[in-house]
Each structure stands twice: as structure tokens, then as C-alpha cells.
């Protein structure tokens, strides 16, 4: 069974900055991409920022500059810090996780954390 865990996320005012954290445990032979969406309230899912397993980055054009991806592929852990964080950013965020186990490859989800941005 594969689980990935998320913590990092809370209120924070315009400006400000947080990390989140993203850890995938269980049974499994590696992990491929992993990245970060965004799902604000009455909207779709959508992309912030992904990672390849060799550390090439994409991010969303709303975010580039003001976020940052990482990850640690010994510990299995993705992170996604934010900065001069927006009113907009507001959303929960899930990690996602491209995984390779025994039986076949598929893709992971978080259970999500809140980011709200206001003062």
C-alpha cells in the first residue's frame, strides 16, 4: 500500500511564505515525477509545479518565481516552498506522486492541505 502524507499548510498573510511537505511510504520500486496542484473552492485541479526524478522543474506561469520545488529522492519527500504568497493562492494542495511498484505504475495522491492567504 502506497500512502503519501502532506503537512505544511495554514493561514498565512499576503506576502508571507510557507512550506509543504510531501512523504511517500510503503511498498514500492521507485518514484518518477512528483508534483503539487492546487484546487481552489468551485475549480478544477490544476498544475503548480512538478519534478522529475533527475530534479527538471515546471512550474505554472502564476507561480514561477515565487515557487520553488524540491525533492530529496533518498527520503522519498517532495517539498514546495512558497513566497510572496497572493490572496489567490488560496486552494488545497495535494502532492502527487508518479509511482513504479511490483505490479504496475501509477499515479499517487495526498489527502491535501489548506493554504489560505489573507490578512
Known amino acids: 500500500q502506497v500512502q503519501l502524507v502532506e503537512s505544511g499548510g495554514g493561514l498565512v498573510q499576503p506576502g508571507g511564505s510557507l512550506r509543504l511537505s510531501c512523504a511517500a511510504s510503503g511498498s514500492f520500486i521507485t518514484i518518477w515525477n512528483m508534483g503539487w496542484y492546487q484546487q481552489a473552492p468551485g475549480k478544477q485541479r490544476e498544475l503548480v509545479a512538478i519534478i522529475t526524478r533527475g530534479g527538471i522543474t515546471n512550474y505554472a506561469d502564476s507561480v514561477k518565481g515565487r515557487f520553488a520545488i524540491s525533492r530529496d529522492n533518498a527520503k522519498n519527500t517532495v517539498w514546495l516552498q512558497m513566497n510572496s504568497l497572493k490572496p489567490e493562492d488560496t486552494a488545497v494542495y495535494y502532492c502527487?506522486?508518479?509511482?513504479?511498484?511490483?505490479?504496475?505504475?501509477?499515479?499517487?495522491w495526498g489527502q491535501g492541505t489548506q493554504v489560505t492567504v489573507s490578512s
Open positions: 502527487n506522486a508518479k509511482i513504479l511498484t511490483m505490479s504496475s505504475t501509477n499515479d499517487y
